[in-house]
């Protein structure tokens, strides 16, 4: 008769034989952890106005068989090759990128991104190495590729820290406009200024016709509004004005619009252009170079440029416009428009008042004001705009 006690412990002794049996391969060797291909790459940031340097991994496990194949018959066995050619296009597949400022969670951070290009036989070589020697992992052979505007350029050229932005709204903006908001800002993303390096708008844009990306638009022209390319610009030109004249700069070059345009309200914060009579140019100051990066919300119609530079200690306060001096808006005009029947008209732009406009730029460094000027913007009365057909005598 078999005692209680040992009929217990019977059914747990046979399960802790088979999860034994289990765990033991049949050659009586204890089961081989997964062999894991690694790729490791050091990586670079900005933040807090430090550059700082992060280790990215990345790791892929091999098949276990191909694996015991490889170690049987000292070379790589062909099915590993399934899995060598999958981790291929993944590290091929990862491009550079340059680097860029994000906000996140109200912090600037800058970060890149280095591109891979996968060395199939330095792979096969550590791979078959490491096996040979009882390894359990081996390391991806790559080139990397580094952008252009990396991390490292970024802080090597002084650029840190989160200096300004600039900000407007072209919201009620027809189709044509936005475009060419849309194309100026873009050719206006990323960019660098030399110390004491003048930035010049016009130079900047370049050319402004169809083989530029631009659209024909309305623009001010002999006292009433003429269709030309790029009508709208001055959206761009005013956004990034105003994230240099926040950043303290000297303003060496800078005209306000004839009349009053809402798009660039608050009025006198604005710097209209129209090469090559008129023109933006500032001028850097601070000692290192600055980069601007334009972005855009098309749902809110907004526009967005934000300066990234050196940390000079600038408190820059710009205040609200003070107007004065209002006149009485002028006469109508009358511009040419084909989609307009014959002794009809369209209403294309409403009147506005003349009035002069003044804006008081205060910088301090350490609590002690550094300097202070005036931007004054002098707007003559405005007549409503209608678009005729071309044959009304209306433009006579």
Partial sequence: MNHPIFSMLL?????????????????GKPAQPPFKLTLTDNQNKIFKGELKTYTFAKSWTLDPDGVARSEKYNKLSPTLMPMLDRIEAEVNARKPRPAV???????????????WIFDRDGTRDNVRKAISLGKTSAQVAFARVVPERSVKVLAGRGVLWHVSTGKSSYAGSPDFRETNILVGADKLDNFFIAPDHEFDFNKEIGQIDASTGFVPGFIISGGTLAKEDGGGICQVSTTVFRALYGAGLPITDRSEHSHRVTYYDPVGFEATV?????????????????FVQASWNRAEQSLCFDVFGANTGREVTVGDPVISDFKAPAAPSFTPDPSVGLGRSRLLDTPMQGMTSVIQRTVKVKGKTVSTDLLKSVYAPWGAVYGVNPADARLR
């Fill in 11 to 27: 059914p747990l002794l046979l399960l802790g034989a088979v999860a034994q049996a289990q765990a033991t391969p049949p050659t």
């Fill in 101 to 115: 400022f994000k906000n996140v969670d109200g912090q600037w951070i800058a970060t890149d991104q280095n591109g």
């Fill in 274 to 290: 129209y090469a090559p009579y008129k023109n933006l140019k500032v001028k850097n100051d601070t000692g290192a170079h600055l």
